[in-house]
T-cell receptor, first 112, second 115 residues
């Protein structure tokens, strides 16, 4: 079945460091790919998405490129801030269906 | 525009009691999801409604769980009787449409503790 695998955390970085959180997927059909972020005590909110191969999603300095050949959607940011500390979830859905599959989440902690 | 609204935000109850969680989706959205989040199992889909009709409840853990959506602006998730293993954060999410390219909008969650 469809699945999402993302790197285990926690990831601890110093402010202004480069961030990569790996995400790979297994899916039938043509999935859309998402990154959601969850701040403490809040629900998940969309960070960025890509709906077809080679698309790049970007928001708030975060980027991820839909790589069909490597079935990956890695999240990157060039310079993290303390305010980026949160849990990041990679997710997929198959076009034409309602189901979303979420990864287990990666906790990011950024130190000042 | 108000987002997805959930109530209560926190619920503490004793084993065996009935618990009702409530959700108001974003106006105009026609699909609604209930999720459960735990450290052990991550985010699990419990049930999905489209146009107020339950489409897939295969994620509902057992008969103690039930969900309803009497109209487009309200849904409930009920646990009766509750057990300590039901302790989790329960999220409601809504989208416009029923296709996987759409963005899900999550509520703030209800943290349930069953003693």
């Amino acid at each position: 079945g469809d699945s999402v695998t993302q790197m285990e955390g926690p990831v601890t970085l110093s402010e202004e460091a480069f961030l990569t959180i790996n995400c790979t997927y297994t899916a039938t059909g043509y999935p859309s790919l998402f990154w959601y972020v969850q701040y403490p005590g809040e629900g998940l909110q969309l960070l960025l998405k890509a709906t077809k191969a080679d698309d790049k999603g970007s928001n708030k300095g975060f980027e991820a490129t839909y790589r069909k050949e490597t079935t990956s959607f890695h999240l990157e940011k060039g310079s993290v801030q303390v305010s980026d500390s949160a849990v990041y979830f990679c997710a997929l859905s198959v076009s034409g269906t309602y189901k979303y599959i979420f990864g287990t989440g990666t906790r990011l902690k950024v130190l000042a | 525009d108000a987002g997805v609204i959930q109530s209560p935000r926190h619920e503490v109850t004793e084993m065996g009691q009935e618990v009702t969680l409530r959700c108001k989706p974003i106006s105009g959205h026609n699909s609604l999801f209930w999720y459960r989040q735990t450290m052990m199992r991550g985010l699990e889909l419990l049930i999905y409604f489209n146009n107020n009709v339950p489409i897939d409840d295969s994620g509902m853990p057992e008969d103690r769980f039930s969900a309803k959506m009497p109209n487009a602006s309200f849904s409930t998730l009920k646990i009766q009787p509750s057990e300590p293993r039901d302790s989790a954060v329960y999220f409601c999410a809504s989208i416009w449409g029923d296709r996987g390219t759409d963005t899900q909008y999550f509520g703030p969650g209800t943290r349930l503790t069953v003693l």
